[in-house]
């Protein structure tokens, strides 16, 4: 028994002296981090916990930012042999530093514009003469900036003291912050924000990145290769087990975000650095090549910086020697020699395979790039194309911004503004400060602010200016945004002088020429609507094309199907659904379009039995579905009945749609007071929707599932809300994941 103890002991003893002298052996390296610890870091700790480092013979120890020292300081003083940094990368190489890239962790850069929605600040053309506080580096934005033709000068730029307050109070109007970070406390806090992403302007530049000294890549190679190695393996780690990397830095390194920021930031790190799409640390030299030379053209390095010696691979193509010791070496373990050489083989292979796969994704991301580039003069194209359409129309026509400031006109309109108030106009002068008469000012001004508030309407214009005596008949029609919201005014004064003459001779003729003033009348009043009819007969005109794209795809198939290989037919199938969907589509516009210009007819309708006859018809498609239906009687209504039918068409479309999982679907409509409001409402039981997206609802072409789930072209609420809007109501949702849907909508009656 003795004897046992002895062995035991004696075992113990060797294991203790075995793991410190591994852990004696192991070469310490400093990590210098641009920031305090968060998941922004993740594959560090990741690689540091689950020994990744220690497999390389590394102890990594991580240091903190601090205030007044930059990661390239740090690594070039020889306080830490490795950092973390961003673009800002060449603006130190070019001040005479030697640090060497060796991964791009983040494939897109994290940096964004916030402004608070009710700034009024909805793109960075609203930032001329404001306040913004930005951080050191943050290069891609005053790139971004750049290259929608704002002026840096056109602002007010102090340094982000890393603090909300003066954003929150409004010493700031705007502040630069990573979408990572930032976002989720400002949310939180229940502010709602306004985002300005560079990528929107083509601008991409390369987030979080990983580098080293040139020095210490040179005199310790294998060093640099194994930290980068076991650093890319810990990032692949923490990104396919988020969870449990987000209670490590909770726990261990940092308590100053809470458990549900460091999800947020961890999910939101992941869309940035794409492991799905490319290796994690891909590198792409002509990616590089093209934010150097944004750099250059914002003056931060000089127009000679190349791309030479930046990237990790650079080092890497420096032929294979063998040292003179080895080849001593060899003559002693040939079979030893064997053995490494099959080693070297494999994995010679292994980084042929790995460069030929990163040659085709590169391959892949440059077309992307000159597909983006084709995109942005297609643009170019159109806007041009907008601007002849504006010189072709005899009236003047112009547009402005939120703020009343020139966004476009054509020449006819610059020939009246100087005949009537002597003023030369250019793109970004304000059209009000243009208008020299006060009374005019003002008028111009009041109309200008109905339609911005999303009033389509016309009025008439008398100018006695320089005794012009002249008539004009003025349409005011707002422009939206992709998401609906109004960012300007477009403005045509059509001069009908001649018209107005017109009436006044004909007020004057005898009662027998009145058939003739009827006539006169209709071509005056069918040349007013005809810019109306414009753009609702566009879509229609589009149908034909697309019927013909259908019909000669559908005879393809047919006639020529046996002479067609498998891609051709799938192309022309494809086609085939994309053309049908797309029709669709105008549809789906063409009945948006009607309800716009569709005057409202109030009467008294009883809204219980068009929704009983909507619902039985939509239930008898679904003969095969037990769906229970609930709806209030004796709900009257002062309202335009046609225009409810097709509101309450696609909200209980929804509702039947979205309840198709339910084994006991049920739908209800019935209407409780709120606020001494009658408030109509639409419930179902279905699988509901992520509140956080609720504000996109509403808006043309937004959904929430995908369309393969349920069908759909996200333009259905949109009709609703437009309807109920031309009520003078309100609409809005409640819902909750896997608990169904309401929506609720006030209709106010006719004064």
């Known amino acids: 028994m003795r004897q046992r103890c002895k062995y035991l002991l004696l075992t113990t003893l060797l294991v203790v002296l ?31 916990e689950k020994g990744y480092y220690k497999d390389v013979g590394l102890n990594v120890e991580l240091l903190e930012a601090h205030a007044n020292e930059t990661p390239f300081e740090a690594v070039n003083s020889g306080k830490a042999e490795f950092g973390t940094c961003t673009t800002d990368i060449l603006e130190a190489r070019s001040k005479g530093m030697k640090p060497v890239i060796l991964a791009n962790v983040f494939q897109h850069s994290p940096h964004i514009l916030i402004t608070m929605q009710k700034s009024g600040i909805r793109s960075v053309h609203d930032l001329v003469g404001k306040r913004i506080a930005a951080e050191p580096g943050a290069a891609d934005l005053y790139a971004f900036l750049s290259s929608e033709g704002v002026k840096l000068d056109r602002f007010s730029v102090e340094e982000l003291d890393y603090s909300m307050e ?14 990572t970070d930032e976002l989720y406390p400002l949310r939180k806090a229940g502010y709602d924000l306004n985002i300005m992403w560079p990528s929107s302007s083509g601008i991409d530049f390369y987030g979080d990145m990983l580098f080293t000294n040139e020095g210490l890549i040179k005199r310790n190679p294998t060093l640099v290769a194994g930290f980068r190695e076991a650093s890319l393996k810990g990032w692949a780690y923490a990104l396919n087990n988020q969870e449990e990397i987000v209670n490590l830095i909770y726990n261990k390194y940092s308590q100053r975000h809470t458990l549900d920021h460091l999800r947020f930031e961890a999910d939101e790190t992941r869309k940035l650095i794409l492991p799905d799409v490319v290796d994690i640390g891909y ?53 030893s020699a064997i053995a490494l050489i099959l080693f070297f083989y494999a994995i010679s292979r292994k980084l042929q395979k790995e460069i030929k796969n990163k040659e085709i994704v590169q391959k892949e991301l440059t077309k992307r790039n000159a597909d983006l580039g084709l995109l942005r003069q297609e643009l170019l194209t159109k806007n041009a194309t907008l601007m002849g359409v504006m010189e072709s129309i005899p009236d003047s026509v112009f547009s402005v911004d939120l703020n009343y400031l020139y966004t476009s006109f054509n020449n006819r309109h610059a020939q009246i503004m100087k005949a009537l108030f002597n003023t030369d106009i250019e793109l970004g002068y304000s059209m009000l400060d243009s208008v020299m008469v006060e009374d005019d000012r003002q008028l111009m001004k009041s109309n200008i602010d109905r339609s911005i508030n999303g009033e389509f309407f016309r009025v008439e214009y008398f100018s006695g200016r320089h005794r012009a005596n002249r008539y004009f008949e003025v349409t005011f029609a707002p422009i939206f945004d992709p998401g609906s919201c109004t960012i300007g005014v477009m403005i045509m004064a059509k001069d009908i002088t001649a018209s107005k003459k017109s009436e006044t001779r004909l007020k004057n003729m005898n009662e027998n020429l009145e058939k003739h003033v009827k006539i006169r009348t209709k071509q005056l009043t069918d040349a007013v609507n005809e810019i109306d009819d414009f753009a609702y007969s566009l879509s229609h ?179 609703v809300r437009r309807i109920v809007v031309k009520h003078g109501g309100t609409i809005w949702a409640e819902s909750e994941l896997g608990k169904g849907a309401a929506f609720y909508f006030t209709l106010t009656s006719a004064t």
């Open 18 to 48: 075995s793991t410190l002298g591994y852990t004696s052996n192991l070469k310490t390296v400093r990590l210098q981090l641009k920031w305090k610890h968060q998941f922004q870091f993740a594959g560090y700790y990741a690689a540091i």
């Open 166 to 179: 003066k954003f929150i109070n409004g010493e700031v109007d705007a502040i630069t912050a990573y979408c």
């Open 283 to 335: 590198t792409n030299p002509g990616r590089w090549a093209h934010v150097i030379e944004s750099y250059q053209t914002l003056n931060i390095i000089p127009s000679t910086f190349t791309v030479k010696g930046l990237l990790y691979s650079d080092y890497l193509k420096q032929p294979f020697k063998i040292p003179w010791k080895f080849v001593v070496l060899l003559a002693f373990a040939l079979g």
């Open 541 to 719: 005109d589009l149908r034909t094309p697309l019927r013909g794209i259908d019909g000669f795809s559908s005879i393809l198939l047919e006639d020529y199907g046996d002479k067609l290989d498998d891609n051709a037919k799938r192309y022309l199938k494809r086609i085939k659904k994309d053309s049908q969907r797309l029709g669709d589509v105008l549809d789906a516009l063409h009945g948006l379009s009607n309800v716009s210009r569709k005057e409202l007819s109030r009467a008294q309708t009883n809204l219980s039995e068009v929704a009983d006859h909507i619902i039985k018809r939509f239930v008898s498609d679904y003969p095969q579905r037990d769906i229970e239906i609930v709806i209030q009687h004796g709900l009257i209504e002062n309202c335009d009945k046609k225009l409810m039918k097709t509101a309450l068409e696609n909200l209980f479309s929804n509702a039947i749609k979205f309840t198709n999982q339910e084994a006991n679907a049920r739908v209800e409509f019935g209407m409780k007071t709120i606020d001494n409001v009658n408030t109509y409402f639409v419930k179902d039981n279905g699988i509901g929707f992520n509140m956080d997206y609720v504000n996109k609802l509403f808006h043309n072409f937004q959904r929430l599932h995908r369309y393969n789930d349920f069908e759909g072209i996200g333009i259905g609420l949109a009709t």
